[in-house]
């Protein structure tokens, strides 16, 4: 009697793939090294991906980085740190006041409108930073 099983054909859903490579990693060097290469006068971005075993569009990636900064060599250990001195700042005076009907912690509304700009104040205010905004807007 003769086994069935030879005569079938495996189901193809039923067939595990190939464990898929992993990936490559390049060092910052290395990209550094093709991106340059690539922006040479009349180089073949194509050409070169072929050549280094990378894919077009990797490259063209790894130029977008370049040129935006981000493809940078690892930082020189070679900096020096500069010395800091803090130092208090001296107080600042808050500017003269000129109404003196402006009174800090009081509440409620103002609505101020010189030409077609409009200021609108809800709440507590501060006298010198109002002193100073109209300042700037009477002008």
């Known amino acids: 009697m003769a086994s069935r099983a030879s ?28 991106v340059e290469q690539s922006l040479t006068t009349g180089a073949s971005v194509s050409r070169i991906a072929r050549e280094h075993n990378v894919n077009a569009n990797q490259l063209f990636t790894w130029r977008k980085l370049f040129k935006e900064g981000l493809l940078s060599a690892a930082p020189s250990r070679d900096c020096t740190l500069l010395p800091v001195t803090l130092a208090e700042l001296p107080p600042s005076s808050p500017p003269p006041m000129r109404n003196s009907a402006i009174t800090t912690g009081a509440t409620g509304v103002m609505h101020l409108a010189v030409d077609k700009t409009q200021l609108r104040l809800e709440g507590s205010v501060d006298a010198a930073t109002l002193t100073l905004v109209l300042e700037h807007l009477l002008r």
């Open 7 to 34: 005569n079938v054909t495996p189901n193809p859903a039923l067939i595990r793939p190939a464990k898929r490579s992993s990936y490559r990693h390049h060092t910052v060097e290395f990209k550094r090294a093709v």
